[in-house]
């Protein structure tokens, strides 16, 4: 998908609501990742700084932290600001929803691997996923739960630390 694809996908994924914090976040992403194809090196730089001094700015304003380096996918929802921290390593699947709070980073600074977040999996407010740790798809993440063990397909996750236990709704 090109740049505007994505962002038209993104705006959907929001409802269609131009003033949601979280969709300038991800309008902001989808920029810094679109620059990385600019071949030109004359180009590419200005294009670098204007990225970084929209991401600062977007930082300041809505509190998420959302660096072009995280890979995610299609219809990505922020459904509530403030205070989200979305590590460079992370990497995100399809459909995936956070809330305000949530932490997605490393477990340790000596290694740099973040979580590997599957398709469809919601992840509730102020829950923490730290480390080389893989969540499955179709998978509900509780709120302020502490994830740092695998999440398997179809299950959830709740508690600190979080225990992981089947969906019931799971097909």
């Given at each position: 998908m090109t740049m505007f694809e994505n962002i038209r996908a993104d705006l959907r994924a929001h409802g269609g609501h131009w003033g949601a914090q979280?969709?300038?976040?991800?309008?902001?992403?989808?920029?810094?990742?679109?620059r990385y194809g600019i071949r030109s090196p004359w180009l590419r730089k200005p294009l670098s700084v204007l990225y970084r001094v929209a991401y600062?700015?977007?930082?300041?304003?809505?509190?998420?932290?959302?660096?072009?380096e995280a890979v995610i996918g299609r219809n990505f929802v922020i459904d509530h600001f403030g205070g989200i921290v979305i590590s460079g390593y992370a990497r995100f699947g399809d459909n995936c929803r956070i809330r305000n709070?949530?932490?997605?980073?490393l477990s340790r600074v000596e290694d740099p691997i973040a979580p590997v977040i599957g398709n469809n999996v919601d992840i509730g407010?102020?829950?923490?996923l730290l480390g080389r740790i893989t969540i499955g798809d179709n998978v509900l993440i509780?709120?302020?739960?502490?994830?740092?063990?695998?999440?398997?397909?179809?299950?959830?996750a709740v508690g600190v630390p979080a225990q992981v236990k089947p969906r019931r709704d799971a097909t």
């Open positions: 979280g969709f300038w976040a991800l309008v902001v992403y989808r920029f810094g990742r679109w600062k700015l977007v930082q300041i304003l809505t509190g998420i932290e959302l660096p072009c709070g949530v932490v997605v980073g407010t102020g829950a923490t509780g709120a302020n739960a502490v994830v740092v063990r695998d999440v398997p397909a179809n299950h959830i």
